[in-house]
Structures are given as structure tokens and as C-alpha cells.
């Protein structure tokens, strides 16, 4: 092997040549354990915080009554850990901040997670939970996923499910508490039950339905069981549910509507022709060179020519209620009887019986039977 060669090998970086062995370095221990905070054998380097810290939160008009009421077990709860709190009823506010005596640094947060909490209608001995150190809390806001009003409050009501029903499921299998209030879920639990809980949250705001989130969490909590699948892929095991495109009923078109999608517009190249504007239109009829005052006073008279001839068809409505209706004439022609009469033999025939001057003189229409029948006055009588 060349010099060239040689130096063209590429070789690794061992990182940890200089590395010594720490004491934690060892498979036996947990780090992912979290420890308490013991006062006693954990201490600060200058025995106490160097300045004060606090966190401040506002609550809502309707939560007024009840902070009043609980803040003693509160004051109580938070003194243990050298934390002091303030209810501020004016401004409607919530403080807490640390004192000379508080050792353990991270308290103030949980404190500070504490009255977020009671402000998003949180009971207060569920609140207090937070103050453990295996305890976590987050609040999701899921106003703003939704753009829709109508669909938001569906997708929420669906996270909740029939009687709260889907919120207790995933509240056992998260082992989390969840409540829903407005625009905001809070979730208190540990790490990975948070995580859970607001993957399932998110997607239920994005249409997916929790129960399939739910199915896939039983699943794998039942997979946790089994020590032999602790270190294998779980993905076999879980389902994949697939979006499907649901075809929805198209409506019902009209005739017009038809012949319009029937009717398909020859192609053509060049573009449409550019519709006139506005100026152009007021040039063309003259408007453009007319001062302010006189388009007010053309644009009055067409209003009131349009006023007239409305008030007029009106008045023509309303006169034609007082029309009389036509009569429709009658068929005075007879379709049973035939009218093919020998007239002049019928002339004969009277004429030979010998009748009177008067009756020679008599129309024929006399002796013709015309269909009409004369009706009969009756004489009334007189009493």
C-alpha cells in the first residue's frame, strides 16, 4: 500500500479516549427517576434563592366566589413549601412568590402551575396535586385549530363523548386528569400520559375521531404487559386506519342548470375582452364631465322616475281587483239533435191544412223546435 494511499483512509474519532467513567455511569441506575426535593440533605450552595422570584395570573368573574372560598387550603398547602400567595379580588388576579426561607429552586413553578389551574376552573384539591414532583400539568388551548364555530363545538363535544364517557376512557388509560373548559383542555399527569393525552386532543381538532386513538392505547398498554415485547417494534400489532373520502349525495340540477353543464365553451387563445370601467362608462354617457352637484341631481331624478313608474303598476294592481270578470258565451248548438229539417215541406204541409192569414205571415222559426224550452211564470197569488 502507497503513501497516497495511506493517507486518502479515513479513520474514526474515538471521543471518549480522554473520557473518564462517571459514577452514574452504570446500568443500574435510573435516570429517568425523578427525585424529591429533600430540604434536609438537599441544600443550595448559599443556603437560600438570591432574589425573589413570583408569577402572577388573572381569573375569571364567575371563579371569584369559590377562590374566596378555598384560598385558606390553598395558603395552607403553599406555606409547606415556604411559598406565599395573594388573591387579588379588585384587579381579579392570583401571585405567588418566594420567600428567604424557600430552599427548593423548582417549587415557584409548580406554584406558578398551581394557580393557572385554579384559574381554568380546576377544583382545589385536585389543583394541589400539581405540588408533587411526579405530578405534571399542561394546558392545551384548541380555540384557534378550528376556524369554524359551529365545527368546533362538534369536535369538542366529541372529545368529551355521550355523558363524558371518551374523556373517562382516555382519562384511564393516560392516567391523566382532563378537563375541557372553553378554549383550553387541561391535563394533569405524568410525562407520558400528558404526551398521549395531547396527541389525541390535536387530533381530535383535525377530524380524527379519539376512538381510534383509544383502541390503538389499549392496545399498546396491553402490549406493555408482556416483558418479552419490550424491546421489539409494536407496529405489527397496532392498526392503521386509513382516511376515506365519504361521497356525499350531489344535489338535484335544474333543466337551465343541465344545458349549462352540457354546454361546453369552445376553446379560443386569446383572452376575453376587457370589460369597460367605471370611468370609461360615466365618459360614454357624459357623467364624467358633470360636476359633483349635477350627479347628484341626475342621479335624484332617475330615482324619482323609478319611484313613479313603481307607484304606477302598483296602481294598476290594485285596479284590476275591481274589474269585473268576463262572461264566457254559451254553445247555443245542439250536438245530439240533427238540424237537417226539409223546411219548405214542412211550408207545404200547413199551408194545405188551410191556416190563417196570420200564421202564413208567421216565421218558420214559429214551427221549428230551436231547443230552447220557455219557462212558465207561475202567478202568485194574491192573499
Not at 429533600?38 to 371569584?64: C, I, N, V
Not at 377562590?67 to 413549601?81: G, M, N, Q, S, V
Not at 349549462?260 to 362608462?281: E, G, H, N, R
Not at 188551410?354 to 216565421?363: I, P, Q, W
Request: hydrophobic share 30%.
Amino acid at each position: 500500500m502507497s503513501d497516497n494511499e495511506a493517507s486518502n483512509v479515513i479513520t474514526k474519532k474515538n471521543h471518549n479516549k480522554y473520557r473518564r467513567d462517571k459514577p452514574w455511569d452504570n446500568d443500574e441506575v435510573n435516570h429517568w427517576e425523578i427525585q424529591s426535593w429533600d430540604p434536609q440533605s438537599d441544600s443550595l450552595p448559599g443556603g437560600s434563592l438570591l432574589e425573589e422570584s413570583s408569577f402572577a395570573t388573572l381569573f375569571p368573574k364567575y371563579r371569584e366566589k369559590y377562590l374566596r372560598e378555598t384560598w385558606p387550603i390553598i395558603t395552607r398547602a403553599l406555606d409547606k413549601h415556604n411559598i406565599k400567595c395573594e388573591l387579588n379580588l379588585v384587579e381579579g388576579s392570583m401571585t405567588v412568590f418566594t420567600t428567604k426561607k424557600t430552599s427548593d429552586p423548582y417549587i415557584i413553578l409548580k406554584a406558578r402551575d398551581l394557580i393557572k389551574l385554579l384559574a381554568r376552573s380546576i377544583p382545589a384539591n385536585q389543583a394541589l396535586k400539581i405540588l408533587q414532583d411526579d405530578t405534571h400539568a399542561e394546558i392545551i388551548k384548541i380555540g384557534g385549530m378550528v376556524r369554524n364555530k359551529e365545527r368546533f363545538v362538534k369536535r369538542r363535544q366529541r372529545l368529551i363523548g355521550p355523558d363524558g364517557a371518551t374523556l373517562k376512557a382516555l382519562e384511564l388509560l393516560t392516567e391523566c386528569y382532563i378537563l375541557v373548559q372553553g378554549n383550553t383542555v387541561a391535563v394533569m399527569g405524568g410525562i407520558k400520559g400528558i404526551k398521549q393525552a395531547r396527541q389525541v386532543i390535536v387530533e381530535c381538532m383535525k377530524n380524527i375521531h379519539p376512538v381510534y386513538n383509544i383502541k390503538r392505547l389499549m392496545i399498546m398498554k396491553e402490549l406493555a404487559k408482556d416483558p418479552k415485547l419490550a424491546n421489539e417494534d409494536w407496529s405489527r400489532f397496532l392498526p392503521t386506519f386509513k382516511k376515506k373520502n365519504v361521497q356525499r349525495k350531489k344535489p338535484k340540477l335544474d333543466e337551465k342548470q343541465k344545458e349549462k353543464m352540457q354546454k361546453k365553451k369552445a376553446y379560443t387563445p386569446f383572452p376575453p375582452v376587457q370589460l369597460p370601467s367605471k370611468i370609461d362608462k360615466q365618459l360614454d354617457s357624459g357623467e364624467y364631465f358633470l360636476s359633483e352637484r349635477q350627479r347628484k341631481a341626475k342621479k335624484l331624478a332617475e330615482k324619482q322616475e323609478k319611484s313613479i313608474q313603481k307607484s304606477v303598476e302598483r296602481r294598476m294592481e290594485r285596479e284590476k281587483q275591481f274589474e269585473a270578470p268576463t262572461k264566457k258565451k254559451k254553445d247555443t248548438t245542439d250536438t245530439g239533435k240533427s238540424n237537417d229539417l226539409d223546411l219548405d215541406s214542412l211550408k207545404n204541409k200547413f199551408a194545405a191544412a188551410g191556416g190563417s192569414s196570420k200564421r202564413k205571415a208567421d216565421s218558420v222559426s214559429d214551427y221549428v223546435d230551436d231547443g230552447k224550452k220557455k219557462k212558465k211564470k207561475k202567478k202568485s197569488k194574491k192573499s
